[in-house]
């Protein structure tokens, strides 16, 4: 089917615009994080929600750019797993308290936006034939969902590692003046370990999902292939993450650290697995 290159050229402009908007949202936020203002913090607030809805405007238009689901390469899916990020962030820092989080959410998200849009960025095209399956749209959907929430939670659980060394109140040196602005450590806590318990069953049900695509593609749920191996591994350390927090005997921050490692191991999948290493998931960063 025909490229719309109408759509295509637009998708483009409005990645390239959700982009500039973010990066000036984390200009607000810095000024903001640094300065406690409420009204650089609301200015944040509104970009946010404007970058954050043509951020959408630039997923769905590559979509319908090529007439079909807008996944179908690393390109597509980095800017759908940051979309889905940003729109989860939306909805949970609305409280003035967390307004802080902007700068360790926006700070990730714009560096995957921009390495996507230079390194990755693949024209819109047919996806290859190994992609045209009826499971495409649900594995990758759920798996984006996983990873979306994954980097909230990450990020929430960095912040608070650095505000337990901090406490409210007993902040010093150059890591006192970056903590000094963060809520408390039992709230960040408390986002990275919800957001945690979201990650773990979707991210599971995603790699599920695969194992039931690869059974219909390949003839097998699982291959030990290095990019399901990988997802295994991000999995279970979310698992191993939640079962630590509410382990008794655990310190929180422990498991802060497993959490953290948890993304890390997710973003070494995304770029690492899918660009260096030769497997059945090669083609992932293809358009």
């Known amino acids: 089917m025909p490229i719309n290159q109408t759509y295509a050229n637009f998708s483009d402009l409005s ?3 959700a982009v500039l908007v973010y990066t000036f949202a984390l200009v607000m936020s810095l000024v903001s994080y640094t300065r406690s203002s409420e009204k650089t ?15 959408g405007v630039s997923v769905v238009l590559r979509g319908l750019s090529a007439n079909r689901f807008p996944w179908g390469n690393l390109y597509e899916y980095v800017a759908t797993t940051t979309l889905i990020a940003m729109a989860v962030a939306a909805f949970i820092i609305q409280k003035r308290e967390l307004r802080a989080l902007w700068p360790w959410i926006l700070t990730p998200v714009l560096a995957l936006l921009f390495y996507n849009g230079t390194v990755l960025y693949s024209e819109s095209a047919p996806v290859v ?3 045209r399956s009826f499971w495409l749209p649900f594995h990758v959907s759920v798996v984006s969902i996983g990873a979306g929430v994954g980097l909230i939670s990450g990020a929430a659980s960095l912040a608070y590692i650095l505000r337990n060394k901090q406490p409210q109140g007993e902040e010093t040196g150059i890591f006192g003046k970056l903590a000094k602005p963060l809520p408390s450590a039992k709230t960040l806590d408390m986002v990275a370990y919800r957001c945690g318990i979201w990650a773990l069953p979707v991210f599971g049900l995603g790699i599920v999902l ?3 695509w690869a059974e219909a593609a390949w003839g ?8 399901e191996t990988v997802s295994f591994v991000t999995w279970m350390l979310y698992a191993a993450y939640l079962h ?7 310190l929180a921050e422990k498991s802060a650290w497993i959490n953290v490692l948890a993304f890390a191991t997710m ?6 697995i899918n660009q260096v290493v030769s497997g059945l998931h090669s083609y992932a960063g293809l358009n």
């Open 210 to 212: 695969g194992a039931l």
């Open 129 to 131: 034939p190994a992609l």
């Open 220 to 227: 097998r749920f699982w291959g030990w292939d290095p990019k």
């Open 41 to 55: 913090a609301g200015m944040t607030q509104t970009l946010i929600w404007l970058g954050l809805i043509i951020h």
């Open 267 to 272: 973003v070494f999948n995304l770029f690492f």
């Open 15 to 17: 990645y390239k615009t």
């Open 244 to 250: 630590a927090r509410s382990t008794a005997g655990w």
